[in-house]
């Protein structure tokens, strides 16, 4: 955190990230799912002035359709076990702005699947994402990269390694 200890609301985060990133290079914001933070967040996306370029779209279930009209996922997540609707978006060649909580950073390769930056670093995330957007190529790499990590990601070769894991665990139960 910032020296202001600024409580993290991860909503409101996505905003403040989209209204500086938008200032320098016109986007949209695609926001999806309903919470708690939902209010505050098109609240501040009006006192921001960039209510008009966010659509909050609520609840999704074809989320692949979103993500693939999409050019950058941002998760700056104050916890986060896995980061799985971030793997998603690397699946669908979606490059992430993430923080570098939980299983973030071992999912999101900084500067090659996108950027990892620390838990309310709105300055940060705004930066990359620009980096990242401001240029064709540099956007058609880190799609490509963001792809392939997540092709290492298959279920088959991981589910085995989870189960191996967990019979260890078991076994020096048993022992004990």
């Known amino acids: 955190h910032t020296s202001n200890f600024r409580k993290v609301k991860n909503t409101e985060d996505v905003v403040r990230i989209f ?3 938008n200032e320098k290079i016109p986007s949209k914001l695609l926001m999806v799912g309903d919470g ?4 505050n967040a098109e ?3 009006r006192q921001l002035g960039v209510a008009n370029c966010i659509r909050f779209l609520g609840k999704q279930d074809a989320i692949e359709e979103i993500l693939s009209v999409s050019d950058l996922f941002l998760m ?3 916890s986060e076990s896995f980061g799985l609707a971030a793997l998603e978006a690397m699946a669908c060649r979606v490059p992430v702005i993430s923080s570098n909580t939980g299983g973030l950073p071992e999912l999101n390769i900084n500067g090659v699947t996108g950027f990892l930056s620390n838990v309310g670093d709105v300055e940060d995330m705004a930066k990359n994402a620009t980096y990242i957007l401001e240029d064709c190529s540099r956007i058609e790499q880190f799609k490509e990269a963001a792809y392939s990590h997540a092709k290492t990601f298959d279920i088959n070769k991981i589910l085995p390694w989870y189960e191996d894991y967990y ?3 078991i076994a020096k139960v048993k022992k004990s």
């Open 19 to 21: 209204h500086k990133v």
């Open 36 to 39: 708690p933070e939902r209010g």
């Open 43 to 45: 609240e501040l996306s």
């Open 76 to 78: 700056p997540s104050s």
């Open 167 to 169: 019979q260890s665990v």
